[in-house]
């Protein structure tokens, strides 16, 4: 397996699709699987594989940590440490507080609905159902 400066300049090297950003800390994919990248050391941590790819992601803004998910999969990286947490099916996200972010899930299920996650606590709470769009043709433009 490769050092973290190794996947880092392989990363580089083949193209990758963003999923979030900040200063030093991105999120990326290649075919599936996911990435964080450290730009300041030149480091990358593999966060696992996203069946689909990965559909959202967030970073702190003081690059502590970072969040990946998707159908399957939902990653916490909290200062170099990578943490799979139980949460299926996440679409979007946003930050709610400087160590609380909003989860909305597939808004075209029967089960749509905005959470919230303590990135501290790591503990998830459901805020509301959302059933606006579950009757409606896709968009990438959900409104929530």
């Known amino acids: 397996m490769e050092t973290e400066q190794e996947l880092f300049e392989l990363l580089q090297i083949d193209q990758y699709r963003m999923v979030a950003e900040a200063e030093v800390l991105a999120l ?6 996911g ?3 450290d730009k300041g050391k030149k480091r990358a941590y593999a966060l696992g594989w996203f069946y689909g790819d990965p559909t959202c992601g967030i970073v702190d803004s003081q690059n502590q940590w970072a969040i990946m998910a998707g159908t399957d999969q939902f990653v916490l990286w909290d200062n170099g440490e990578v943490i799979p947490l139980s949460f299926n099916n996440a679409h979007q996200m946003k930050l ?3 160590n609380s ?4 899930t597939d808004p075209w299920t029967e089960y749509s609905a905005i959470w919230s996650l303590d990135v501290q606590s790591r503990q998830f709470e459901k805020m509301k159902d959302f ?3 579950r009757e409606r043709e896709y968009t990438e433009d959900i409104i929530w």
Request: cysteine-free.
């Open 96 to 98: 709610d507080s400087p």
């Open 35 to 37: 990435f964080l990248m």
């Open 28 to 33: 990326v994919h290649q075919h599936e699987k």
């Open 101 to 104: 972010i909003l989860i909305l």
């Open 131 to 133: 059933p606006e769009y």
